[in-house]
């Protein structure tokens, strides 16, 4: 198998390696395996103006931040890669939805963490998507 590596020259003369299998496009919809629903993804709904975005602020980040006395993992959206969002959300086998910190939140809310958490996961970013770059 051949490799499609491309070597691209930047605005400053800089050379960059762009492998395409390393970029993926933004996703449109990811699938639910808790409510076996695919759920369509936008900007709005699931981007950093969205209530996803908002609930992971309040409820992820008041103890995900850098330096915190909990013990807990620093963690933003780019932490994991969609599908392992995915997982961490439908299987539940984190520490926080084990100990309690999910109990405040809801299935829907949960979801939207995941939507948002998923749309903008570690590979996301496509610079070529007006969607993705405001």
Known sequence: ???RTKIIVGSL????????ALVH??????FDQGSQMCRKL???NSGWVSEGAALFKKNCKSCHYHGNDKG????YSESFTPRAWNRIF???????ANDG????????????????LYLNGF?????NDAESCG
Not at 25 to 30: G, M, S
Not at 90 to 96: F, M, P, S, W
Not at 101 to 116: A, C, F, P, T, V
Not at 123 to 127: A, C, K, L, N, V
């Open 1 to 3: 198998m051949r490799n």
């Open 13 to 20: 003369g800089f050379l960059l390696a762009v492998n395409p």
């Open 25 to 30: 496009a933004v996703p449109k919809e990811r």
């Open 42 to 44: 936008t900007f709005f």
């Open 72 to 75: 807990a993992r620093f963690l």
């Open 90 to 96: 439908y299987e539940k086998t984190v520490q926080c």
């Open 101 to 116: 910190s999910w109990s405040g939140l809801d299935q829907e809310q949960l979801r939207k963490i995941n939507d948002y």
């Open 123 to 127: 590979g996301t970013y496509d610079p």
